[in-house]
């Protein structure tokens, strides 16, 4: 469990990286400017208010529990994802079970999914 701000720095960046957003993005979605959390993941502020971490937390899908190291649970890949869609792009529990599902097919099954929604499309155009 994280017992110093270099741990939390730490945290904080290790989701940020996994996240695979950019600074830009974090600001777009935080509010807070993309310099500022910059700053806090390279731990040259070494100051971060909570509400800050709570903010960054909420848009990396992750919780601020984690990052400050009251909870040593990393986030799962599964949940980031789902969280981060529901953040990010407003779905719904059944379009993010869909996506969660697409995810999880092989690449042939994939590509064949894509070619019927291609159909699909063609179809609708026509009409």
């Known amino acids: 469990m994280p017992n110093n701000v270099n741990d939390v720095i730490k945290r904080l960046k290790e989701c940020i990286e996994q996240s695979g957003l950019s600074y830009e993005q974090l600001e777009k979605k935080t509010g807070i400017s993309r310099s500022t959390i910059q700053r806090y993941a390279n731990g040259i502020t070494s100051k971060i208010p909570i509400d800050a971490i709570k903010t960054i937390a909420e848009a990396l899908g992750v ?23 529901k953040a990010q792009y407003n779905l719904n529990e059944q379009d993010v079970k869909f996506v969660m599902d697409y995810i999880k097919l092989a690449p042939a099954e994939r590509e064949a999914l894509r070619t019927a929604i291609e159909a699909i499309k063609k179809i609708k155009d026509a009409d």
């Open 63 to 85: 919780k601020a529990e984690y990052i400050m190291g009251w909870d040593d649970t990393p986030p799962t890949t599964e949940d980031t994802i789902v969280k981060l869609l």
